[in-house]
């Protein structure tokens, strides 16, 4: 039933639940006054900055997936399908701003794949680019998230038999989804900051990189 249930909310995510990175760019400016124009301009701000926006994105997303928990998990068992349903959501989500802010978008198939084999890494499944060679491209997407449904399927049902009692299960189901998402999110994180820092190893010109304040940087906004 888990695996079902996460397989069905990630291919939602994959064809419903989509950061507008346009958007999300206009924001991030606005919020953090970055001036930056695309996503890719991220190679250039100090690397230390790009990690605390990245920290922000991590510690945003399990608050409200600990919120999500807290109130779908009232109804212990019951509320089991729904939950995982918004979880893989509020975790996909998660893993495109992380993508972003990292300076990679998803616009081309190439770098949707990349996304979803980040998403394979924070699973902390390792698929290799072998894995990407040996289907075709409107395949390698579906064939991941059978893998992340398996993997988050037995993951989160051997963690759930506390839920079992209703009302009392919202705390326990509240800490599951926080821990749960924190995972995923710090080994997204590793993901794309070596990837980010190949990128810059290529040699990005020192006086295009954005030294900005560590110290009092705005907090993003909730993952919702």
Known sequence: MMQTSARAGFLKAYQTVQIDP???????????????????????????????????????SMRTAGLEGAGLGLGGMMTIVPDAGILTAITIRMLQRLSLVYGFEYQSEEETTDLWMAAASAAGLDLGRDFVGKHAAEMIVPRIIDRLAIKMGSEVAEKWAGRLVPVISAGFAATLNYYFVRAWGRRAQKHFAERHRQVRAHGLPQSRILNLPVTGTPRLRSAN
Do not use: C
């Open 22 to 60: 346009q958007k999300y760019l206009a924001e991030m400016k606005r919020a953090h006054r970055l001036p930056i124009h695309t996503w890719s301009d991220m190679f250039h701000v100090e690397e230390s900055i790009v990690h605390g926006y990245a920290n922000q994105i991590i510690q945003s």
